[in-house]
């Protein structure tokens, strides 16, 4: 199955792109970007028991169809379904055709699952509009060549071309020699539809000089003729994303993911997730072990869940003893927050309560109902947490007539420090800005990574988070209106967008908080 992947955005990839991945038992992509991809939360699980990159099968960029065919088919028992990601569309872009029909040759039938292309994805990123065109030519593909058969038959119009940083001289002789001028319009966009995008305008003759740091083997896009010289002010919508560019950490737990670094990317941030805490099972187990056979006996009216990692020890306990989502049958289940809430959906759970709009243990008390001995046959209630939840919940439930069964279902413990290169980023200012969600968090980042950099932004999820990064040195820019990741991201997009006006407004050259001088804060 070869399956074109797009352009690199995970945000492109298709239905069938992810079915046909999640499906697969074998899963061998062009490149490690890719495979970084396929790890994205579009694609979700995988059943694959390879998981590798052509570098890992020991087939080199220069290796021929059949050596490519060979390596993959090598790794598959009879039966086994090989997903063979390619970048943008695989018979378009990726020039694939030559490879699947080796695999014929070999014995294998294949099929295909079509891709973006980049042809048309990474012009409309740059804020080309291809229909203001005349007659417009794609030429495609890393492997193939402008032209063909040694001939100097540049077409008319305008170009646009995907092609290799290496092929370039060649295309710009060819086109010269073709009767093309010189001073034609060009358009060159390096690192297309990543937050690494970057577009020059240039014209043909100076094309060479536009692409001359660019590595070998990398991919760029051109366009040539009137379309590159086109206004581009109101269609630039990629590059002109409030967080274009900005590099963001965002401290985490270890096993658990976050909404937050999805809506980062949707205004154009890469995110690098930093695990501050470990999340493990408590040191004396028994009493987890009572309660979830007191749940599977029906001893409780109802659970209470106060995040996804309470979900999951629940989950993994109920798993040991061979038990799935039936074991909640006839139990009531309340959750804190949407993120809780999700967890449980995939287990395929739907709580009665959620705490939304104030998604604390606190906020679920507050819903939570009383007790009412002619309604209610059973007076308890089962609230798994974490060593260091506090005691709000519980109180409350009790104070609403409940008996609860308040117990340990997991420890938080401070994680490893990140990598080395993490951490010298963080003290050097590489990074644009931070965000804490939680006060432990910002706790256990200083403890393992150091304090941020003066020009990095900080923005905290709420006012105890706020007032802990002060307590350790650090000046807050961004506060959450509400206490949610995805409000995090929307706070720190708005930050961005007025700090970008202000740049514009005072005639200053717009950069990134990175980019400016390594002074401290005062």
């Known amino acids: ?6 352009p690199g955005d995970p945000d492109l990839l298709t239905v069938a792109a992810c079915v046909q991945i999640q499906a697969a038992d074998i899963i061998v992509a062009d490149t490690k970007p890719l495979l970084d991809l396929i790890s994205s939360p579009p694609v979700g699980a995988l059943r694959a028991t390879l998981v590798a990159c052509l570098e890992d099968l020991g087939v080199g960029p220069q290796s021929t169809p059949e050596q490519r065919a060979a390596a993959v088919i090598a790794r598959a028992r009879d039966g086994e379904t090989i997903a063979r990601v390619v970048v943008g569309d695989p018979f378009l872009d990726a020039n694939a055709a030559p490879e699947a029909a080796a695999c014929v040759r070999m014995g294998c039938s294949f099929e295909v699952v079509p891709g973006v292309s980049l042809l048309t994805v990474v012009p409309e990123y740059a804020g080309v509009n291809l229909a203001a065109g005349g007659v417009v030519q794609f030429l495609a593909g890393p492997s193939s060549q402008p032209v063909r058969d040694g001939a100097p038959r540049i077409p008319e119009g305008d170009l646009v071309l995907a092609l290799r940083a290496e092929m370039v001289p060649d295309l710009v002789s060819r086109a010269l020699d073709a009767g ?19 577009s020059i305008r240039t014209t043909l003759g100076q094309l060479v000089s536009s692409v001359s740091s660019v590595a070998p083997g990398a991919l760029v896009h051109v366009i040539v003729g009137p379309l590159a010289a086109q206004d581009r002010t109101d269609l630039d919508w990629f590059e002109s994303k409030p967080l274009f560019g900005w590099r963001v950490l965002v401290p985490r737990t270890k096993d658990g993911g976050t909404p937050m670094t999805t809506r980062l990317r949707t205004y154009g941030a890469a995110s690098q997730e930093v695990a501050t805490i470990s999340i493990e099972r408590p040191r004396t187990p028994h ?3 009572r309660a979830i056979r007191g749940l599977v006996d029906g001893e409780f009216e109802w659970i209470a869940f106060t995040s996804p990692n309470s979900v999951r020890a629940v989950r ?4 040991e003893y061979g038990l799935d989502a039936r074991a909640f049958s006839g139990l009531k289940v309340a959750a804190v927050g949407g993120a809780t809430a999700d967890a449980l959906s995939a287990m395929g759970i739907e709580p009665d309560l959620v705490a939304v709009k104030d998604p604390s243990a606190a906020g679920l008390g507050k819903l939570f109902p009383e007790y009412d001995d002619h309604l209610d046959p059973i007076n308890r209630v089962f609230v798994p947490r974490a060593d260091i939840a506090t005691e709000a919940l519980t109180a409350e439930l009790v104070h609403r007539g409940w008996e609860v069964e308040d117990v340990t279902a997991y420890r938080t413990v401070r994680a490893a420090p990140p990598p080395a290169v993490i951490r010298e980023g963080i003290k050097a200012g590489a990074y644009d800005a931070v965000l804490f969600s939680s006060s432990s968090s910002v706790r256990n980042f200083v403890g393992i990574a150091g304090k941020p950099h003066s020009a990095t932004i900080v923005a905290a999820i709420g006012p105890a988070t706020a007032k802990e990064c002060e307590a350790h040195g ?7 209106d509400a206490p949610t990741g995805a409000e995090l991201a929307d706070a720190l997009a708005r930050f961005a967008y007025t700090r ?3 740049l514009v407004a005072a005639g200053q050259r717009v950069t990134r908080p990175s980019q400016r001088s390594r002074r401290r804060r005062v």
Not at 180 to 198: C, K, M, N, W
Not at 474 to 480: P, T
């Open 180 to 198: 093309r001028l010189r001073d034609e319009p060009a358009l060159v966009t390096l690192s297309g539809a990543s937050i690494s995008q970057h």
């Open 1 to 6: 199955m070869f399956v074109g992947a797009g």
């Open 474 to 480: 650090l000046r807050v820019d961004v506060l959450a």
């Open 500 to 502: 970008r006006e202000s």
């Open 316 to 319: 993994e306990k109920i798993e």
């Open 287 to 289: 009493q987890m072990d």
